[in-house]
């Protein structure tokens, strides 16, 4: 996208304004990773006092990423895949409907085994429906949500064929002899570089803490015609970094005393 270079008068500075476009509709399929270490505990404990299980900390995020969605624009659809040794559809018929889309969710488990996973039949039903979607006026995202420390995602697609955006959120176990999240990792961002039309998000956690889950998919609320680079995106911020008002004042108070304090 081209950017209009605009002079402000009278101030001496430049700003700068991206022409007018349209924003267009998404069809987002979520695919969700049933492998067995979707089943494992987090640290959070839930209502009832025992650990949350990783797949309902998933699903609980994803419910609230739709509703939340659907807010900002209430002609977003969905539809969802499971991801075992390859992708299968859950839901194929993208819906708008919110209580639809959390009805596919409600049955979904793990699986009792592991094993390595083929994203390529999940990348050929995204190439294909991102077809239709474009007939349509629409743009295609595919959000892969990846829970396997030691298996590393393959795939086969061609580099030149860029027909929808990718975002992963891997959440895994802390590295230790028996497992390699930090190569499974480098695959994902391989994945996302390599079929993304538009810039792909990768979000990665072995805190195993509910705000881990949570936080990576509000971020990916963001859509994909109007951002940054994940290497520029510097949100949500934390609010131990922010210095109190009241602090702030008394530091100037000290400074203009000829006391000066250093605020951490």
Not at 168 to 187: A, E, T
Not at 222 to 242: E, G, T, V, Y
């Amino acid at each position: 996208m081209e950017e209009d270079r605009v002079a402000v008068t009278g101030v001496g500075a430049t700003r700068y304004a991206l022409k007018p476009g349209r924003i267009k509709n998404e069809d987002i399929l979520i695919c969700i990773d049933v492998d067995a270490e979707s089943m494992v505990e987090m640290k959070t404990t839930g209502t009832n006092g025992r650990p949350l299980i990783r797949m309902e900390c998933v699903k609980q995020a994803i419910i609230l990423f739709i509703h939340n969605k659907l807010s900002i624009n209430p002609d977003h659809r969905f539809a969802f895949a499971t991801l075992a040794k390859s992708a299968a559809w859950l839901k194929k018929e993208f819906t708008s409907d919110a209580e639809s889309a959390v009805a596919s969710l409600r049955g979904l488990s793990g699986n009792k085994s592991s094993s390595r996973a083929d994203l390529t039949l999940l990348f050929r039903a995204a190439a294909q429906e991102a077809k239709i979607s474009r007939a349509q006026n629409r743009i295609f995202r595919v959000i892969l949500i990846y829970c396997r420390s030691s298996m590393r995602p393959t795939h086969e697609w061609p580099l030149n064929q860029k027909l929808f955006t990718l975002d992963v959120m891997y959440l895994h176990d802390k590295p230790s002899p028996d497992n390699c999240p930090q190569d499974v990792y480098d695959s994902l961002v391989d994945a996302v570089e390599h079929v993304s039309e538009y810039e792909g998000y990768i979000f990665e956690s072995g805190q195993g803490l509910a705000r881990s889950v949570f936080k990576p998919m509000s971020m990916l609320l963001s859509h994909p015609q109007q951002r940054c680079a994940q290497d520029d995106l510097d949100i949500p911020r934390s609010l131990a970094k922010k210095v109190p008002v009241t602090e702030a004042a008394n530091a100037v108070d000290h400074h203009n005393g000829n006391n000066i304090q250093t605020i951490n």
